[in-house]
């Protein structure tokens, strides 16, 4: 079976759709079915995707097509030339990374698509006005084209049908994301520290994240001395729409020499702020998947985090849950206190999350797939399909 990923993303840094397809092609490669996993990228995310797909398998092909580094020129590459390219490398599945346009007629090969969030209904804000129509146009046109939908939690599932044609749930499915083991921890070179305690907020700067809470909350902590006040905060992830209010926050409670944001960090990198921080804090009023707290729970950290749907999902007697409704400052300034005070917790094995478990997921939708294709082929044109 020959699969092409189609991650060809904005960003240069880690992102959660990069880290969703590094980690599904990972998990491809531990099945015997795959003769290849074709990765399709931007010529500027190569090196991160060569840092990260350190395997030696010959039959990972990383391809970085000729593309500008625009919203436009992304979106029309993969209307018009991707079909072009899975028919070029003999695809017998496309699997988009996250929602793009899908011109349908052009592939001669089943194509799914991973369903991470209902951001553009859930919370506008992430997008600004006009921008919000147009990935909501774009959500609804790939999820009506594509012929498989992996939702990757319960809860994006259910948000899908709660905003969009109940029809489109017919071919969902729940496949949630990988979670692989990091590689060994490194300290990261960008930051400034000292030995002092600190928490990790692993976020890009969008409304969903709700870092200011978290921003609020920590600075309380340390004026009321609540907590050790030479403790810092890292919060870790890519610029983005929340990034001048934050830092307009940062200036405004005082926080400068306290709170660090970093970006382009390794996974190695991220390992040593799991394995050392007092805490992982993940206050986003939504999320599709939270992979942060499932990373957190691998590695043994205490996790405090918004009491969602998203995040319930992993396991809720392993978390400590702050309630976003009044007074939610405070919520999650008491429910730090609290958890810091417990000692740091074991690793947690989340063996339904494991490449091996997922991998097999996947190849199960793309054998369902391939003989949908098939018979539907066969009906429409009376035509032999091959076999994968």
């Keep these: 079976m020959k699969v092409l990923i189609a991650a060809v993303a904005f960003s240069s840094e880690m992102s959660g759709v990069q880290r969703h397809a590094f980690n599904a092609v990972q998990s491809l490669l531990l099945r015997k079915e795959i003769e290849a996993v074709h990765l399709v990228i931007a010529p500027w995310q190569r090196k991160i995707a060569q840092d990260t797909l350190w395997s030696a398998d010959s039959r990972l092909i990383l391809h970085a097509v000729a593309i500008e580094d625009s919203a436009i020129s992304r979106n029309a590459w993969y209307y018009r030339h991707l079909p072009e390219l899975a028919c070029e490398l003999s695809a017998d599945i496309v699997h988009l990374a996250y929602p793009v346009p899908v011109n349908a007629s052009g592939f001669n090969c089943p194509v799914a698509v991973t369903l991470h969030d209902m951001y553009p209904y859930e919370i506008p804000r992430n997008f600004g006005f006009p921008k919000v129509l147009v990935n909501r146009m774009i959500l609804r046109q790939c999820l009506s084209a594509v012929d498989a939908i992996a939702c990757v939690s319960k809860t994006t599932q259910q948000r899908m049908c709660e905003y969009l044609p109940a029809k489109l749930n017919e071919k969902a ?26 928490l990790i907020c692993i976020a890009q700067h969008r409304c969903n994240k709700n870092i200011p809470l ?26 983005g729409p929340e990034t001048k209010r934050i830092h307009e926050k940062v200036t405004q409670y005082g926080l400068s020499a306290r709170v660090q944001l970093l970006s382009g960090v390794s996974e190695g990198e991220l390992h040593w702020c799991y394995a050392n921080c007092d805490a992982l804090v993940a206050p986003s009023i939504t999320e599709g998947f939270g992979l942060p707290v499932a990373e957190g729970l691998l590695a043994g950290c205490r996790v405090v985090c918004s009491e969602i749907g998203a995040h319930r999902e992993f396991s809720p007697k392993h978390c400590y849950f702050v309630d976003l409704g009044d007074n939610a400052e405070q919520s999650l300034a008491d ?3 609290t958890a810091l005070d417990e000692p740091r917790p074991q690793p947690l094995a989340l063996p339904q999350f494991s490449a091996d478990k997922i991998g097999a997921q996947y190849i199960q939708l793309y054998h369902n797939l391939l003989e949908s294709w098939a018979v539907e082929n066969r009906r429409k044109f009376g035509i032999a399909v091959r076999e994968v």
């Design 335 to 337: 429910t730090l206190t």
């Design 173 to 198: 499915m729940y496949i949630p994301n990988c979670v692989m083991p990091m590689p060994e921890a490194e300290q990261p070179a960008a930051l400034n520290w000292h030995g002092e305690p600190f």
């Design 214 to 239: 978290l921003l609020g909350s920590f600075a309380y902590l340390l004026r009321a001395g609540k907590i050790d006040t030479r403790t810092q905060l890292f919060v870790i992830g890519i610029n």
